[in-house]
């Protein structure tokens, strides 16, 4: 999966740890959202679009499984 988190995040002036404090979650979370190495919960995913005043759909791109 991949994120617009970095790009918006810039938009904002935000680090990477003003995020995390704004949503609650330690900046290695964020570091590994940025990465498409981590699947947010429905909440995270909320709380961070909301935060990057955003939508989840607009945040987060999903990738279709070509294996099937």
């Known amino acids: 999966m991949k994120t617009r988190i970095k790009e918006l995040r ?4 935000l680090t990477q740890e003003d ?3 704004m ?12 990465k498409g190495k ?8 909320h709380d961070v679009a ?5 939508t989840i759909d ?3 791109i999903f ?3 070509k294996s099937e």
């Open 10 to 13: 810039a938009r904002y002036d």
């Open 38 to 45: 981590y699947n947010p919960s429905l909440k995270l995913a």
């Open 23 to 34: 949503v609650g979650v330690r900046r290695e979370t964020i570091i590994y959202l940025e």
């Open 63 to 65: 990738e279709e499984d």
């Open 58 to 60: 607009e945040l987060f």
């Open 50 to 54: 909301k935060s990057l005043k955003t």
């Open 19 to 21: 995020l995390a404090k």
